[in-house]
């Protein structure tokens, strides 16, 4: 995610301020880094994976059902901090003013937004295809026994592994969470991180 420099935003004695904010960007990227999923066609990426996995509903045809070709529906992305939403935290704990709080929660949140929403191919040989307007991914997905967890395996980049709320022929419900640690004030006490994409997907 390129940084947007909302740093002009914050008081030129605010020092404080600005190492929150380029913390929070800086562990943002080196998550987008290891998943490939948030930077570029990233997202759209992961959203295309998710829906592949819709296999995962809990009848014998769920590979059947997960096969075709899946466009997200809607979806709805979340930083928090310490179980606190980004926002809040910003402004209660940390006491950024609301504009400056929303601008840098809004550069964290869109890092995991970033081209959505995006089209996949699940393929019934277990690869699929993810278009989107940076480009073209490829990888596998494989299906947990008891269809609740579906592990996407780009051709490069870590295994991402999303569970399956509900799965239909028609209709996907996907979530997907990752916790980090980042000691955001410098207290030396880490915060802990958790950044959560919740999709639906259909065909």
Known sequence: MKLEHYDKYLNDNDILKTIVYYKLINK????????KVLKSSGLVF???VSLIFTSCSKSKTAKDDIVGTWGSASYTVTTTVSGMPLL???TTVLGYPEATAQLVAGSVNSGLQQQLPGQIQIKSDGT?????????DTGTWSLSS???????VPSTGDPIIFDVITLSSSSLHLKWTETTSQDLN???TPE?????IDLTLSK
């Open 146 to 152: 008891d269809n609740k967890k579906l592990t996407i």
């Open 192 to 196: 802990t991180l958790t950044f959560a």
């Open 128 to 136: 699929y295809t993810a278009t989107s307007t940076s480009g073209t």
């Open 46 to 48: 992961v959203l295309v």
């Open 186 to 188: 410098s207290d030396g």
């Open 88 to 90: 809040q935290y910003l």
């Open 28 to 35: 943002l990227n080196q998550f987008t880094m290891k998943t």
